[in-house]
């Protein structure tokens, strides 16, 4: 892996494509409950960076595919390097919601 494919992100249209071709994947919205109710994207839970590490709300198998975003690209780069060091090892950072340009729900 070259440095710069470590830096670089799917567009988050080919990141939620993944997402919803991979049986068993997870999509966390890592930003805020205020921010995760005022849109989100379908099919996304929602747990918050603060509360990542140690949540029972992760899945068991740190196999599972997960796919993180928040609103801008920090707080998603953050979570997952924390879900990295947490013992995931199938973790996609897809970067923030104002990315996306599909329907959001409330």
């Given amino acids: 892996m070259s440095l710069l494919s470590f830096f670089s992100r799917p567009t988050m249209e080919q990141g ?3 997402f919803r071709e ?3 994947a997870v999509l966390l919205d890592v930003r805020t409950r ?13 747990l918050p960076l603060q509360e990542l590490a140690g949540s029972s709300k992760l899945p068991a198998d740190r196999g599972t ?5 928040c609103l801008s690209g920090g707080r998603s780069r953050q979570a ?3 879900l990295r060091r947490m013992g995931y090892t199938e973790v996609v950072d897809l ?3 104002h990315r ?5 729900m409330k």
């Fill in 95 to 97: 970067g923030g919601i």
């Fill in 80 to 82: 997952a390097g924390l």
């Fill in 16 to 18: 939620l494509s993944r």
């Fill in 34 to 46: 205020e921010e995760y109710a005022g849109g989100f994207i379908p099919g996304s839970r929602n």
């Fill in 65 to 69: 595919p997960l796919f993180v975003y």
């Fill in 100 to 104: 996306y340009h599909g329907k959001v």
């Fill in 22 to 24: 991979t049986p068993g």
